[in-house]
């Protein structure tokens, strides 16, 4: 088992354990409210992130820094043939009338010419303003006119009608590119009179300081706000990650490291991962969709050794273990795997950080069985290469986490929002704590405040929100970003995460509840989909269940029922609903009886991105959904 070794390996690397030492600071009762950690990359005191790809070009030209797809191969961009090409197209931004400090959006799932055109802008002495490639014509009318952006880079003749019929009331509507119509070929052609010297001249001007990207938040309520974030804040992000994971994996696994980037580049964490990758000259290829059935055959091509994902993706993964077994008349086995693969990732835990004996030849020998039956069939549908694993943007349940670690991957869990650059915590590689989120990343303190809040200072902190003071007062104080998140500090410094602050629910008998820790382990749960907990002001806690179509098929071909089964007939069925009850047994069990759901209702469809129910990171938007299923929660109350 490659983890094990890993592990061992890096026990007697004390040299690299002892690079990130956490100080915590008490209150009057000794409760840790407190925790900050050293920064491991200094602050640049000039450049830019910009120039990333001409110091990679300047000082190993022929690295391998990208693999990009072309029908069914992976062709190898080498560090000098990516400066080349960011380069000819910031000088087709200079020709269009970018000028030092405007802004360009781009509109696209993650894709090789996205990277392209993020250090292009950059390189051209602009700014980018990511949009989520399904969002809505009022959504890009908003994020357009917000930010003054004068020019827009679409993937699909879809996008760029989403844009021209957004922007259609605007005085000045702005120019569209489309990448699936050679967008990026007409950029190039356009510059080609442009000197490259003038793209030096744009770049080398780029300050630390240099507002470098505007992030519009997911908006679960009210307009998206524009987190502004400079190329400090980046590096602060990018090289401090970079400088605590990678001579780890590196020197412990020896392995020369390589990812498969799936998560949006609208969101933040898929962008700073690129600029930690070309920061390392780790092999980066792009998959544009996180659905499961589109993303296992990438992944099995390209054979990624590390990957960063959502607990969405984990979840599926599992899920579909569960289901292929079952197919085959092996769900009892599955099950038995699963408790084999928890006790037995936390017990050789517990050895690994002197805690216990670790597992004992029992234990040992019922893994090695389910090794076989299970376990690698779990490596294989993640390439066969990978053995880490980081998960961020929301909580991965424990459980889950225990099992891929017996698989033979270790799931390293992080914690951040737009506004701190992506990860302000994560968990050390050397100091695994599955049910938390790690300590500090370098260079970054978290504060508990007296409520609970979490509150978060350092270099990865936004400096503003684009066009609303008011709204950045209200959550900067003296260098503070109050993340509206509770949580908690154990004597370590690892944080963990209890739940929004404005998600709270009071019940009618006054008990506090945090939503997020039953939803978080519902949807581990086949076959619940998505789900939201209620009962603000209520005798007792409920849930709206919505269930999971792949789940709701695979469930229907076991039992050998139409695949066609109204869903309405579906959600009285006493058997699917006893399992839907297990999974509520399930989130019970974190909490006290007080707090657990006492009562569920499964309704019809989904919660989605197109019913405006979703954000695009996959976080369920409350008030839209309360509003929309308020008569089903009022009849989950008139019993």
Same mark, same amino acid.
């Given at each position: 088992?490659?983890?094990?070794?890993?592990?061992?390996?890096?026990?007697?690397?004390?040299?690299?354990?002892?690079?990130?030492?956490?100080?915590?600071?008490?209150?009057?009762?000794?409760?840790?409210?407190?925790?900050?950690?050293?920064?491991?990359?200094?602050?640049?005191?000039?450049?830019?992130?910009?120039?990333?790809?001409?110091?990679?070009?300047?000082?190993?030209?022929?690295?391998? =820094?990208?693999?990009?797809?072309?029908?069914?191969?992976?062709?190898?961009?080498?560090?000098?043939?990516?400066?080349?090409?960011?380069?000819?197209?910031?000088?087709?931004?200079?020709?269009?009338?970018?000028?030092?400090?405007?802004?360009?959006?781009?509109?696209?799932?993650?894709?090789?010419?996205?990277?392209?055109?993020?250090?292009?802008?950059?390189?051209?002495?602009?700014?980018?303003?990511?949009?989520?490639?399904?969002?809505?014509?009022?959504?890009?009318?908003?994020?357009?006119?917000?930010?003054?952006?004068?020019?827009?880079?679409?993937?699909?003749?879809?996008?760029?009608?989403?844009?021209?019929?957004?922007?259609?009331?605007?005085?000045?509507?702005? &120019?569209?590119?489309?990448?699936?119509?050679?967008?990026?070929?007409?950029?190039?052609?356009?510059?080609?009179?442009?000197?490259?010297?003038?793209?030096?001249?744009?770049?080398?001007?780029?300050?630390?300081?240099?507002?470098?990207?505007?992030?519009?938040?997911?908006?679960?309520?009210?307009?998206?706000?524009?987190?502004?974030?400079?190329?400090?804040?980046?590096?602060?992000?990018?090289?401090?990650?970079?400088?605590?994971?990678?001579?780890?994996?590196?020197?412990?696994?020896?392995?020369?490291?390589?990812?498969?980037?799936?998560?949006?580049?609208?969101?933040?964490?898929?962008?700073?991962?690129?600029?930690?990758?070309?920061?390392?000259?780790?092999?980066?290829?792009?998959?544009?969709?996180?659905?499961?059935?589109?993303?296992?055959?990438?992944?099995?091509?390209?054979?990624?050794?590390?990957?960063?994902? =959502?607990?969405?993706?984990?979840?599926?993964?599992?899920?579909?273990?569960?289901?292929?077994?079952?197919?085959?008349?092996?769900?009892?086995?599955?099950?038995?795997?699963?408790?084999?693969?928890?006790?037995?990732?936390?017990?050789?835990?517990?050895?690994?950080?002197?805690?216990?004996?670790?597992?004992?030849?029992?234990?040992?020998?019922?893994?090695?069985?389910?090794?076989?039956?299970?376990?690698?069939?779990?490596?294989?549908?993640?390439?066969?290469?990978? &053995?880490?694993?980081?998960?961020?943007?929301?909580?991965?349940?424990?459980?889950?986490?225990?099992?891929?670690?017996?698989?033979?991957?270790?799931?390293?869990?992080?914690?951040?929002?737009?506004?701190?650059?992506?990860?302000?915590?994560?968990?050390?590689?050397?100091?695994?704590?599955?049910?938390?989120?790690?300590?500090?990343?370098?260079?970054?303190?978290?504060?508990?405040?007296?409520?609970?809040?979490?509150?978060?200072?350092?270099?990865?902190?936004?400096?503003?929100?684009?066009?609303?003071?008011?709204?950045?007062?209200?959550?900067?104080?003296?260098?503070?970003?109050?993340?509206?998140?509770?949580?908690?500090?154990?004597?370590?410094?690892?944080?963990?995460?209890?739940?929004?602050?404005?998600?709270?629910?009071?019940?009618?008998?006054?008990?506090?509840?945090?939503?997020?820790?039953?939803?978080?382990?519902?949807?581990?749960?086949?076959?619940?989909?998505?789900?939201?907990?209620?009962?603000?002001?209520?005798?007792?806690?409920?849930?709206?269940?919505?269930?999971?179509?792949?789940?709701?098929?695979?469930?229907?071909?076991?039992? &050998?029922?139409?695949?066609?089964?109204?869903?309405?007939?579906?959600?009285?069925?006493?058997?699917?609903?006893?399992?839907?009850?297990?999974?509520?047994?399930?989130?019970?069990?974190?909490?006290?009886?007080?707090?657990?759901?006492?009562?569920?209702?499964?309704?019809?469809?989904?919660?989605?991105?197109?019913?405006?129910?979703?954000?695009?990171?996959?976080?369920?938007?409350?008030?839209? =959904?309360?509003?929309?299923?308020?008569?089903?929660?009022?009849?989950?109350?008139?019993?």
């Amino acid at each position: 088992m490659g983890v094990r070794k890993d592990l061992k390996r890096a026990k007697q690397r004390t040299d690299l354990a002892s690079r990130t030492e956490v100080e915590i600071t008490r209150d009057a009762k000794g409760v840790v409210r407190e925790a900050r950690t050293a920064a491991l990359a200094p602050r640049p005191p000039a450049g830019s992130t910009a120039d990333l790809p001409f110091t990679n070009a300047a000082e190993a030209p022929d690295a391998v =820094v990208l693999r990009r797809r072309q029908g069914d191969t992976w062709h190898p961009v080498t560090a000098a043939a990516f400066a080349d090409e960011v380069t000819a197209v910031a000088k087709g931004l200079i020709a269009a009338g970018l000028e030092p400090g405007g802004r360009v959006a781009v509109m696209s799932r993650t894709r090789y010419e996205w990277t392209v055109l993020d250090f292009a802008i950059w390189a051209a002495g602009g700014q980018t303003v990511p949009i989520y490639a399904t969002s809505s014509a009022e959504q890009v009318e908003w994020i357009v006119r917000d930010s003054g952006t004068r020019f827009v880079v679409t993937e699909t003749a879809e996008n760029a009608e989403t844009v021209t019929t957004g922007t259609s009331g605007h005085q000045e509507q702005p &120019r569209i590119w489309q990448l699936d119509a050679s967008g990026t070929a007409e950029l190039k052609t356009l510059g080609a009179a442009i000197p490259d010297e003038e793209v030096t001249k744009r770049r080398t001007s780029l300050t630390p300081d240099t507002v470098a990207t505007i992030c519009y938040t997911s908006g679960t309520t009210g307009q998206p706000k524009g987190c502004v974030l400079t190329h400090a804040n980046l590096h602060a992000e990018a090289a401090n990650t970079v400088e605590l994971l990678h001579p780890i994996f590196k020197e412990v696994t020896r392995q020369v490291a390589s990812t498969l980037l799936f998560l949006p580049l609208a969101h933040i964490l898929g962008r700073t991962l690129q600029i930690a990758c070309l920061m390392a000259r780790i092999e980066i290829g792009h998959c544009p969709s996180i659905k499961p059935d589109e993303l296992r055959p990438a992944l099995k091509e390209f054979r990624p050794t590390f990957l960063v994902g =959502v607990p969405y993706l984990f979840e599926k993964i599992h899920d579909t273990g569960r289901a292929t077994a079952e197919k085959i008349g092996r769900g009892a086995s599955f099950d038995r795997a699963d408790r084999v693969a928890v006790r037995f990732g936390e017990q050789y835990l517990d050895k690994f950080l002197d805690r216990g004996k670790g597992p004992g030849p029992r234990l040992y020998a019922a893994w090695a069985l389910y090794d076989l039956l299970v376990y690698r069939r779990v490596r294989k549908e993640l390439g066969g290469r990978m &053995r880490y694993a980081i998960s961020g943007g929301s909580p991965l349940d424990r459980n889950l986490n225990l099992f891929f670690y017996a698989a033979g991957i270790i799931v390293y869990e992080g914690y951040g929002l737009t506004e701190t650059t992506a990860a302000a915590t994560i968990v050390p590689p050397l100091k695994p704590r599955p049910g938390t989120v790690g300590p500090p990343v370098p260079g970054t303190a978290v504060r508990i405040a007296d409520d609970g809040e979490v509150l978060i200072r350092g270099g990865i902190v936004f400096g503003a929100y684009w066009n609303n003071p008011a709204a950045t007062d209200a959550v900067l104080t003296d260098d503070w970003f109050a993340t509206g998140d509770l949580g908690s500090l154990d004597e370590d410094g690892y944080l963990t995460i209890t739940g929004r602050k404005k998600d709270i629910i009071v019940t009618s008998g006054g008990k506090n509840v945090s939503p997020a820790v039953l939803e978080d382990r519902l949807r581990s749960r086949p076959p619940v989909g998505q789900c939201l907990v209620v009962g603000d002001n209520r005798p007792f806690v409920a849930a709206l269940i919505t269930l999971e179509p792949e789940a709701i098929a695979h469930w229907l071909s076991v039992r &050998r029922m139409p695949a066609d089964t109204p869903l309405s007939e579906l959600v009285r069925d006493p058997r699917l609903r006893a399992d839907v009850q297990k999974a509520v047994d399930y989130a019970n069990e974190a909490v006290s009886r007080a707090e657990s759901i006492r009562a569920f209702t499964l309704v019809e469809g989904e919660f989605t991105e197109d019913n405006g129910m979703l954000t695009p990171s996959l976080k369920v938007k409350r008030h839209t =959904v309360l509003s929309a299923y308020a008569r089903d929660i009022e009849a989950i109350y008139r019993g």
